[in-house]
Structures are given as C-alpha cells and as structure tokens.
C-alpha cells in the first residue's frame, strides 16, 4: 500500500471508518491527526458494531501500529473507556496504541464551556458535539492548554489555577452556568495519568523510524472537508483543519509522506449541526422532502457521537469538487450507494443559483451560501437491490452511470463503491 491519507470530504460522516478498516490490512500504521472525541467511526465486523472516537479505526487489525497525533484533543475518560471496550472484546490496545505527548487535554471546564456557550447562542448555536472540542483548541491558540506532557510538570498546578479562575469567571459572569470545580478537574488528570500517561509517545519520531524502515502508513482523517474551519460552511465548523493538509501538521511528517488522498463522500448528503446546506430535502425541523426520509431510513442516518438524527440531501457535486481540489483527492470512495436503491429518480447538484446568478462554487459567507438554490441534474434511479454487491459490473447500469456522474463533476476517478455496512460489502474499481 502507498502512503496515503483517508478524509471526508463532506460534512464528516461519509463512512470514512469503514474504509480504513479495509486499508488497515495493508497499512503498518493509522495515524489520526485531527478533531477528539466528536468523532464517530462506526465499524461493523460480523454481527458487532464498535464505535471509535480517539482510536484510529485500524486498532482492530492486530499487526497494525495506532497513533494519535498532535494535532488531535484527547478526553482521558472516554479514552480509557475506548480502550476497555476494545480489551474486553479482544482487541488488544495497550501495547499497539501510542498517543503523542504534545496533545492537548479536554478538561471537564471545556465541556462546561462548550455547553454554556451553545445555550447563549440561542438560535444561532453551531449544534456542536458537546465534547468541549472548540474550548480545548482555543485554549490550545491562546497557549494556557493542558498538554499530555505537561501532567507531571512543576508548574501545572499554577497553570490550572489561572485557566480555572478565567473559565469559572466566563461562565458564572456571562454565561450564567455553573463554575467548574478543581476536584472535577483533579480527577480527569488523574484518569489521564493512570490510563493515558502510559501510551505516551514522541510521534514525530516513531513515524520518522517507520518511514525508514520502509512502513506503509495510513493517516486518517477526521469529521468532513466541509467542516473545516478555513475551507468549510464558517462559522458552522469544527474547530480544526479537517483538509489532507492538516495530517502533515498534525503528526508532524512533510509533504514527501504522503502519495495517496483518497476522498470517502457518501452517493448523497448528510450533515448534523447546524448550518447551510443546499441541497437539503430532510429534517427533523419539518422539512420532509419523500427522497430525504427514505434517504434517512434506508440509511439510518443518525449521529454515532451524539445519537442525533441526521439532516439529508442529494449529492452536491459543487460542495464535493470543491473539496476534491482543495485536498488533492487521488480517488473517490463512494459509500452508501445502495441507500438509494428503489427511488424513481436520482439527482446531482451542478451549481447554484444566488441573486439570480450561476454559481459554481461555494461562497465564502454562510448567509449567502445557505441562500444558494441548488441545480440539478436529474438522472433514472434503479429498482434493483445493489446491496452486498462486490463486483461493479454487476451494479445496475443506472447505478454505474450515476457514480461515473459523480467522477466527471468531482474531477477525481472512483476507485471503490461501498455497497452495505460490511466489509465484504465493497466493489474494488
Ligand atoms: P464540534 O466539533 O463538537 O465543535 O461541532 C462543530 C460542528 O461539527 C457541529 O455541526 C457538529 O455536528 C459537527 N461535527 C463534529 N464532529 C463531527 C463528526 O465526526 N461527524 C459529523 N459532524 C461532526
């Protein structure tokens, strides 16, 4: 396997963690670069489902080296419980599993802050994981973080107070929660010493000393390019770079580490939180267009993080070559197409209308792009089931025209059409 980097590349959820589990054989190492614990990979391996939210989804193929790096923001309790998970279903964790000392530590004050902050938004609240992402990587830019590194350093205990005495006075003074209390906080750095202190690694060079010895690595990407906080729908991101560019900063490697970046985008879109979404046709606001709901059952769309039901739409092919471009996609992994089996037609968003003008491209500002009107190109859907189908020349020819659609917009070949839940459920290109 080249050296490649697996990313989303719509509003997260696309069903990354399926396909790096099928890489993962190959891959010496999975490295995760980015977001914390509002991530979800959900892996289904026979009859069990198991959810990843720190660990990279390769931790489930026993010769694979798992590595979190420093571009990512660890939770100690929903690690170690990870980590027990995987262990009480056989996996073994511990010694394959290494977390970089340079990652930043979501405490219990950035859950707090998290919360607090969406309530005072009201209305125009981001519909964030509630995992204290956005706090912890501002925390990180303002350099007062808390990294794995620095549990056992002199002047920690100092360092927390100030950091407490300014989340307490945000929250008690503007945001009208409750502070946080420094035993709460005493607590997850004890969690974090006992379960997480251990896997603590010089990342940088472990994948200096694998690429040297001639390692295959698999970086894995985290959330969706549409969620990126330069490139996405801002304000309504994520509060890290989710772009093929951030895994170079985030494990610390060059640009020569990288041959590979395939695009995992499912056959149609989904988006959770708030924020645009043209081509929307499903919410659970009210908005119940007959394509979206069967595109919401068919594909039990709802958030593996948070449990929440998801937003659904057609495939924009705007939103998805943008992303191609801006990530330097090598090839498409189309998932999910067989949620679209048995609709009478199926769509492709082309461009956008704003103002009475053809866009092309997404606008910069969220206000104008949730004002674009989507343009389609309409296309006969297909009433056989495509579901489990392995081999492409099997799939229904409308099928096979609709993803060949998706190659010529996107401008990036497909090299695999995911078709069911399964590992076996994929049709190699
Ligand atoms: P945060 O990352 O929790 O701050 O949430 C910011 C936005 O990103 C919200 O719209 C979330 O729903 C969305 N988001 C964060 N992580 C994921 C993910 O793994 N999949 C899909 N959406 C996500």
């Known amino acids: 396997m080249k050296n490649t980097i697996t990313i989303g590349i719509q509003w997260g959820d696309e069903g990354k963690g399926k396909i790096v589990d099928l890489l993962a054989p190959e891959a010496d190492v999975v490295a995760r670069f980015q977001g914390g614990p509002n991530a979800g990979h959900t892996l289904i391996i026979g009859n069990q489902k198991t959810v990843l939210h720190h660990i990279p989804s390769g931790i489930l193929h026993h010769n694979t080296l798992c590595l979190i790096g420093n571009g990512t923001v660890l939770d100690a309790v929903e690690l170690r419980d990870e980590i027990r998970l995987l262990e009480d279903s056989g996996v073994p964790v ?45 925390d990180k830019a303002c350099r007062r973080g808390i990294r ?32 946080v209390s420094r035993d709460t906080v005493e607590e997850a750095l004890a969690l974090a010493r006992q379960h997480v202190l251990p896997l603590a690694a010089d990342v940088p060079m472990l994948l200096h000393q694998q690429r040297r010895a001639g390692a295959s690595i698999l970086y894995e990407g ?41 695009g995992v985008a499912k056959a149609y879109m989904t988006r959770v939180g708030a924020g645009p979404f043209p081509t929307e046709l499903y919410n659970a606001e009210g908005m119940n267009h007959a394509a979206g709901k069967h ?10 993080t948070t449990g929440r039901p998801r937003r659904t739409g057609w495939f924009d092919a705007i939103v998805t070559r943008h992303a191609v ?28 209308i704003l103002n009475g003008r053809m866009l092309e491209y997404i606008p910069a500002d969220a206000a104008a792009f949730a004002a674009c009107e989507p343009v389609y190109e309409t296309m006969p859907g297909w009433q056989q089931s495509t579901y489990g189908v392995t081999n492409a020349d099997q799939l229904p020819q409308a099928a096979r025209h609709f993803v060949q659609r998706i190659a010529e917009l996107c401008e990036a070949p497909v090299s695999m059409i995911s078709t069911g839940p399964d590992r076996e459920h994929i049709c190699h290109l």
């Open 325 to 352: 471009r801006i990530n330097g996609i090598t090839s498409l992994a189309i998932t999910k197409l067989d949620v679209l089996d048995g609709l009478e037609e199926v769509k492709l968003c082309t461009g956008y």
């Open 222 to 262: 985290a959330q969706g390019t549409m969620l990126d906080i330069d490139h996405g729908t801002y304000p309504f991101v994520t509060s890290s770079n989710t772009v093929a560019g951030a895994a170079l900063a985030g494990l610390g490697v060059g640009p020569n580490a990288v041959e590979e970046v395939i």
């Open 94 to 138: 511990a010694e394959r599993l290494r977390v970089s000392d340079r990652c930043q530590l979501i405490l219990p004050y950035h859950r707090a802050l998290d919360a607090a902050r969406e309530v005072a938004r009201g209305a125009g609240r981001i519909g964030t994981t509630g995992r204290g992402i956005g706090p912890c990587y501002e």
């Open 295 to 304: 595109l919401a059952e068919a594909g039990h769309e709802f958030g593996s």
């Open 148 to 179: 794995l590194c620095d549990l056992n350093s002199r002047n920690l205990d100092e360092r927390l107070e100030r950091n407490l005495k300014l989340v307490n006075f945000m929250l008690s003074e503007y945001l009208n929660a409750e502070p």
